[in-house]
């Protein structure tokens, strides 16, 4: 079958004249052939993502059209306004497949409302929203090495795509035929009929609106004298993050300048994620170099920011997604409750691969903790609910460990615009009142007790990959640990139970342990990948951190 569909393609007239070079190297290549063609890429509630190329596995023009021709069959049963907004970041094609999505949705007769220039995340899905949209595409693959590219689908709401209505698109897919099956128009043409339109200043000023009425201590950054490195990584942050911290008073910004302009290659690192040290080594040294007393750095999509702070010593530390969060929801509890803004009832979410310490945290200042399931559109699932009940303003905060950070309902996914904004306000804040972000999170371990949080993970690649991790989970709910390093499992919790746990089906598993150590399993959702959480509590970090190497070197022989 892969062959035939391979000679299908290279006889068609292919309008994207990267595609015919790639597949006719490959002609003598049988494994090289049955990976590009021997299955398609799935689409699914994070829509797609691939490597960019030739063929039903890989990300190109043809897969794109396809899935936007499933997605524009599914908006016509839909009602409403009929318009799909789309945004794209600077990943390679990022722009190209935009538009060629655009070109599919005005074909079938469905509005468009499109960035003139790449947007993140946060700006696709408060546009979403603000033109009343049935749905959003945003055109990334979020950290992914610089050869990927993908595909993320949005609903009405501006939450990524549920997955009835991501099953629905899907069957529609399906029914497309890849190369001759979505219908299109080219794009002036689309513009001319007014089928396609560009979003409009309105909008994103709107956004940035949103974004500024957030703050916690109004003001506060006009002067503080805060000093600050930002790295956009080559992605779309710089232009929405700038102007967004220009408008709150910080002035003394110093861009990386090999990760300033959009470059899809991402030449000075292998992933452009926040969350490892080789995509913010130049950003550390150029903070070092000007004494900053701040370090940012959003991915591609910038709907996640990584930060490193300045100790007393002059050094540098950078913090997790974890340490953060718990602070931006220390620094908003408080700030609030002392400016008399925190609602009635307040609400804060995060997911349940984030640091318990959380929990500890919002209990203090009266706010309810919800835990979701990993993935941001679940935090975005509970503002609904608030929503539905006419209480969306309980919302103060959302969170996951992997750098995503949300405060306010006026987008549904993270947002590393308004990060950056509260992460800046809040060191301006510790700043002026003689104190810092680092000497913040010692009080806040001090007074809850030093939690670490690690995440390790475990690579399977190749068309192997996944029936090895199906297999390894399937043989832990078989043979369940009785526990890690002699340290006793004495709560399994397994989130496919949605029965035991209340949350929808998940292939999740959460072991406590006798010590009060947590460790939990569970495959990614985007990449071939099994991650494990371990979550340790000591009377220091040496003695944290000696608990989670043991409880490590426990489970590599059961992933391996």
């Known amino acids: ?102 070109e599919v949705l005005a074909a079938n007769g469905v509005h468009v409302r499109i960035y003139e220039h790449l947007m993140p995340v946060p700006a696709l899905s408060f546009a979403t929203r603000y033109y009343h949209c049935n749905a959003g595409i945003m055109v990334t693959a979020s950290h992914n090495p610089a050869k990927y590219n993908g595909y993320k689908a949005y609903g009405p709401d501006g939450c990524q795509m549920t997955d009835e209505a991501a099953d629905i698109v899907y069957a529609e897919i399906q029914k497309t035929d890849i190369l001759t099956g979505a219908k299109t128009m080219p794009f002036a043409e689309g513009m001319e009929k007014g089928l396609i339109e560009y979003v409009g200043d309105d909008c994103i000023n709107a956004l940035y609106e949103a974004i500024e009425a957030r703050s ?39 861009i990386v300048p090999e990760q300033k302009d959009p470059d899809g290659n991402f030449p000075t690192c292998p992933y452009p994620n926040p969350e490892i040290f080789e995509a913010l080594r130049l950003g550390l040294e150029l903070a070092e170099k000007n004494g900053a007393d701040l370090m940012l750095a959003t991915d591609p999509d910038a709907d996640r920011v990584g930060i490193a702070v300045k100790c007393k010593d002059g050094s540098y530390e950078l913090l997790s997604g974890n340490e953060v969060g718990v602070l931006l929801l220390d620094y908003i509890c408080a700030g609030r409750i002392e400016q008399g803004t925190m609602p009635k009832d307040p609400v804060m979410c995060k997911s349940i691969v984030s640091t318990p310490l959380a929990d500890k945290v919002a209990a203090h200042y009266g706010v309810e903790c919800r835990n979701v399931l990993t993935g941001f559109k679940w935090i975005g699932d509970q503002i609904a609910k608030l929503e539905a009940d006419g209480q969306v303003d309980r919302f103060i905060f959302g969170f996951e460990e992997s750098y995503g950070y949300l405060a306010g309902p006026y987008v549904r996914d993270k947002d590393a615009i308004i990060g950056s904004m509260l992460i800046c306000e809040m060191a301006a804040y510790y700043r002026a009142k003689g104190s810092s972000i680092k000497e913040e999170l010692d009080r806040i371990y001090a007074e809850y007790g030093r939690y670490l949080n690690k995440v390790d993970s475990f690579e399977f690649p190749g068309l192997s990959g996944m029936d090895k991790m199906a297999g390894i989970m399937a043989g832990l709910r078989e043979n369940p640990p009785k526990d890690f390093a002699g340290d006793k499992v004495v709560k399994v919790t397994d989130y496919k139970k949605p029965e035991e746990t209340g949350l929808p089906a998940a292939n999740v598993l959460i072991y406590a342990l006798e010590s009060g150590a947590t460790v939990v399993v569970r495959p990614s959702g985007t990449e071939p990948k099994i991650k494990t959480y371990f979550t340790t509590l000591g009377k220091d970090l040496a003695e944290a951190q000696a608990q989670k190497d043991k409880l490590a070197e426990a489970i590599k022989p059961i992933l391996a």
Request: proline share 3%; aromatic share 8%; net charge neutral.
């Open 1 to 102: 079958m892969y062959k035939e569909m391979y000679e299908r393609w290279l006889a068609a007239d292919l309008d994207d004249a990267d595609l015919k070079p790639e597949l006719e190297s490959i002609r003598e290549d049988d494994a090289a052939i049955q990976d590009r063609f021997a299955i398609a890429l799935k689409f699914g509630t994070a829509g797609l993502r691939g490597v960019i190329g030739a063929g039903t596995n890989r990300m190109n023009v043809y897969v794109v059209r396809q899935a936007t021709q499933g997605l524009a069959n599914w908006v016509k049963t839909q009602g409403g306004t009929q318009t799909v907004a789309i945004s794209y970041d600077s990943r390679i094609k990022s722009d190209v497949f935009a538009k060629a999505a655009a």
């Open 216 to 254: 916690i201590r109004p003001g506060i950054c006009k002067t503080a004298g805060l000093k600050l490195v930002y790295s956009p990584l080559n992605g779309s942050g710089l232009v929405p993050v700038t102007h967004v911290l220009a408008d709150i008073g910080i002035t003394d910004v110093t």
